[in-house]
T-cell receptor
Framework: AQSVTQPDIHITVSEGASLELRCNYS??????LFWYVQSPGQGLQLLLK??????LVQGIKGFEAEFKRSQSSFNLRKPSVHWSDAAEYFC?????????????FGGGTRVLVKP | GAVVSQHPSRVICKSGTSVKIECRSL??????MFWYRQFPKQSLMLMAT?????????EQGVEKDKFLINHASLTLSTLTVTSAHPEDSSFYIC??????????????FGEGSRLTVL
């Protein structure tokens, strides 16, 4: 079975500083990988996804993530954080094939942005 | 991108009553929809997979008689929380797969429905 670990429950970062959110997964092969963002009381918005090809994936809102097979990681980064980036971030993994849309989510990382 | 809409966004009900939450795919057909539950400050837990025209598939530990799922059309799935109790209070989120994106793993999420049972 697949699983996802987000080691950091909370991260506080100053506005303008860089941000990196960690995500480690467990899956028997190369999975589909996703990062979602959730604002309070809202649904989820897809930031970016990795299916295959270039391991450095560009997403919306200036985010990027790098798939590292050797480390089973898919860390999310942003060079300069804006106050509007304060939210909950979820990493998710999906199995390839017909079951690919059944996602398993990590525990989430709450990002706080200091002025 | 594709749009998935949930209704109602917030609902408060008395203990013992039933509540229905709708999930609609607005601009695409969804043969499969997923229902998630999210407790405060926690992650999303998959409750069930809703399949158009057939019975839903429930995850282990989810009471199918408690959480009734109906997927009668390619654009609508409903989740009914029957005989609701305070412990059913939660944030329920649906997601839908665009029929054209079969196998890609990408889902589109609704805005969520917050249920409060008094």
């Amino acid at each position: 079975a697949q699983s996802v670990t987000q080691p950091d429950i909370h991260i506080t970062v100053s506005e303008g500083a860089s941000l990196e959110l960690r995500c480690n997964y467990s899956y028997g092969a190369t999975p589909y990988l996703f990062w979602y963002v959730q604002s309070p009381g809202q649904g989820l918005q897809l930031l970016l996804k990795y299916f295959s090809g270039d391991t450095l994936v560009q997403g919306i809102k200036g985010f990027e993530a790098e798939f590292k097979r050797s480390q089973s990681s898919f860390n999310l980064r942003k060079p300069s954080v804006h106050w509007s980036d304060a939210a909950e971030y979820f990493c998710a993994v999906g199995a390839r094939g017909a079951a690919g849309n059944k996602l398993t989510f990590g525990g989430g990382t709450r990002v706080l942005v200091k002025p | 991108g594709a749009v998935v809409s949930q209704h109602p966004s917030r609902v408060i009900c008395k203990s013992g009553t039933s509540v229905k939450i709708e999930c609609r795919s607005l601009d695409f057909q969804a043969t499969t929809m997923f229902w998630y539950r999210q407790f405060p400050k926690q992650s999303l837990m998959l409750m069930a997979t809703s399949n158009e025209g057939s019975k839903a598939t429930y995850e282990q530990g989810v009471e199918k008689d408690k959480f009734l799922i109906n997927h009668a059309s390619l654009t609508l799935s409903t989740l009914t929380v029957t005989s609701a109790h305070p412990e059913d209070s939660s944030f329920y989120i649906c997601s839908a797969r665009d029929f054209r994106g079969q196998g890609t793993g990408e889902l589109f999420f609704g805005e969520g429905s917050r249920l409060t049972v008094l």
